[in-house]
Nanobody, 127 residues
């Protein structure tokens, strides 16, 4: 499975960005896909996930609830992360993740449950 993330960049506080994650080479049909981030010197942080490809729930980390929205385009095999009201503390490398099955509850938040990771895209929020 290959995950290609894009859409990162430099944005001013209060601005918006949309990240994309296109998946290829996937043979399983019902899977969770989402995003984590990591800033320098900090632990990896859960951002958002869609728990399954069909009728799945969305989960968000507390720090991004109400500002970020995860969505998908099944036809394009792509997941998006719309990020609004960005803050300097959102600055990090954002990585797309997926697994070969759905997730539920606390399992969706655990980075060790995702064996497939994209290369990451840098998001910098600064004036």
């Amino acid at each position: 499975v290959q995950l290609q993330a894009s859409g990162g960049g430099l944005v001013q506080p209060g601005g918006s960005l949309r990240l994309s994650c296109a998946a290829s080479g996937r043979t399983f049909s019902n899977y969770a896909q989402g995003w984590f981030r990591q800033a320098p010197g900090q632990e990896r942080e859960f951002i958002a996930v869609i728990s399954s490809w069909s009728g799945g729930r969305t989960y968000y980390g507390d720090s991004v609830k109400g500002r970020f929205t995860i969505s998908r385009d099944n036809a394009k095999n792509t997941v998006y992360l719309q990020m609004n009201s960005l803050k300097p503390e959102d600055t990090a490398v954002y990585s797309c993740v997926t697994k070969s099955s759905s997730c539920s509850g606390y399992g969706c938040y655990d980075s060790t449950n995702y064996p497939y990771w994209g290369q990451g895209t840098q998001v910098t929020v600064s004036s």
